[in-house]
């Protein structure tokens, strides 16, 4: 905890000497003091018995600290035309939602957990409503705020209740006793609320104008991080009610995730909107993976943290081409932006790359992660088999055609495109690139 107070004194006291032309390199200097001041949360196993980590956390940690700088890498394009203030304070929340991810990614308290897990609600609205894309962006935080709230306080009063029950709400001692007082409407409250973060179908109207709306370091941030948060919540809180969960509510939830998943690929094939069709890629996702943690299988968990951290990497990178994209052309229509490899000829290197991760082609770790996802799911019920091929195919489907759309046939008539990819976006792509690189050299990085 001392390791987060002195990262926030340190952020504090370099913000007023940030400018226009030092924003970069203090940025990076803000990030690696909160790295350094931080890093015990993921050197050390056991700090306290508030704060710890364990081979859930630690993964999704090391990825907030190397997407939250790229996502900042991403922006200079968005921001250089903002005042210093507006750019301090663009940094301010971006440094907030890593601080926030930090306590709920390593605290073992189900209190400190809500109000990190909230913490990240603020600066998030700030990020669209602030600086987003056009006028829709108030609308697209409605729906973020309200969708949001509306789901987090179930799980207050939850968390109440049980606190009531059992004077404390400590996740290792919920493991160590295992008599834990609830029931399925307990359950039911505590879940919805990382079920509406995830998203999975059906609670997932919120994403698509949330990603559409927001600018590229919101869209980064929200895809690859705070989705996750939803599943990690997830995993710790059914890890509490494992026996009434697995004897009841997993048959429920793993085949609405698994036809929801099915039919939001079907709905990916729809779009024209290049960020909406990432955000309809990523509900499709989040509800298989849901679908595979929910049977409680060794195998769904394995698959679902995997699955987890490839797709935080894909989709954070596919945010990040549509912003070039848009940067140049002035939108995101699918059609209108054909032709464009004729003019970029590296960048259809990365879309042949982070498409084939997105539907899971091997070596890439979403293969590794979907496989073991959809065992446990088909383990679960023979009959969850069937949208988990839909699933599969469509994905597959809308991830070559988005790739055929925008790297084949002439330049669209209308672009005069006469600004290159510099250095710095094409250095954004590969630092995404590399972990997955990485991760396929050497899989056990990550490991159970």
């Given amino acids: 905890m001392l390791s987060l107070i002195l990262t926030i004194l340190g952020v504090v006291i370099t913000l007023p000497f940030i400018t226009k032309n030092n924003i970069w390199p203090t940025i990076i200097s803000q990030t690696s003091i909160t790295f350094m001041l931080s890093s015990q949360l993921i050197v050390n196993n056991n700090i306290s018995l508030t704060f710890n980590n364990d081979n859930i956390s ?41 601080i926030a991810l930090i ?116 869209s980064m941030i929200l895809a690859a991080i705070l989705l996750k948060l939803g599943g990690y919540g997830f995993i710790r809180l059914i890890s509490i009610f494992t026996e009434i969960f697995q004897n009841s509510i997993s048959n ?24 909406s069709l990432i955000a309809y890629s990523s509900v499709s996702h ?6 595979g943690i ?37 939108t995101r229509n699918l059609s209108v932006n054909r032709g464009i490899k004729s003019i970029f000829l590296i960048l ?15 070596p890439f770790p979403n293969a590794i992660g979907e496989l073991l996802i959809f065992s446990s799911i088909v383990n679960n019920s023979l009959t969850n088999f069937i949208p988990a091929l839909i699933g599969i195919s469509f994905t597959g489907i809308f991830s070559l055609i988005i790739y055929q759309q925008l790297n084949s046939g002439s330049l669209f008539k209308w672009n005069n495109i006469n600004i290159m990819i510099n250095e710095r976006e094409y250095s954004t792509l590969f630092l995404h690139a590399l972990p997955l690189i990485i991760l396929i050299i050497n899989p056990n990085i990550i490991s159970f």
């Fill in 294 to 330: 929910s049977p409680l299988s060794n195998w769904g968990l394995s698959g679902g943290i995997i699955v987890m951290i490839a797709h935080g990497l894909v989709s954070s990178a596919l945010f990040c081409i549509a912003n070039i994209y848009y940067e140049r052309t002035g």
């Fill in 348 to 362: 259809p290197t990365f879309w042949l790359l982070f498409a084939s991760a997105n539907l899971g082609l091997p």
């Fill in 103 to 218: 306590i709920t990614f390593s605290t073992t308290n189900l209190i400190l957990f809500f109000i990190g897990f909230e913490t990240t609600l603020i600066p998030t609205l700030f990020l669209i409503t602030r600086w987003g894309m056009q006028q829709e962006r108030i609308e697209a935080g409605y729906y973020f705020v309200f969708y949001t709230l509306i789901s987090s306080l179930p799980l207050l009063l939850s968390l109440i209740t049980i606190y009531n029950n059992e004077s404390h709400l400590s996740i290792p001692l919920f493991h160590l006793y295992n008599n834990i007082f609830t029931s399925n409407i307990i359950i039911i409250f505590c879940i919805l609320a990382f079920l509406v973060k995830v998203p999975i179908f059906g609670l997932h109207l919120w994403l698509p104008k949330a990603h559409v709306e927001a600018p590229v370091a919101g």
């Fill in 252 to 275: 429920i939830i793993t085949p609405f995730c698994c036809w929801g998943g099915a039919l939001t690929s079907i709905i990916c094939i729809t779009q024209t909107d290049l960020k």
């Fill in 286 to 291: 989040m509800s298989f993976m849901i679908a």
């Fill in 58 to 98: 630690t993964p999704l940690i090391i990825l907030s600290f190397w997407l939250i700088p790229v996502s900042l890498l991403a922006s200079v394009g968005h921001l250089q035309n903002n005042s210093s203030n507006n750019i301090r304070l663009f940094i301010t929340l971006t440094l907030i939602i890593l």
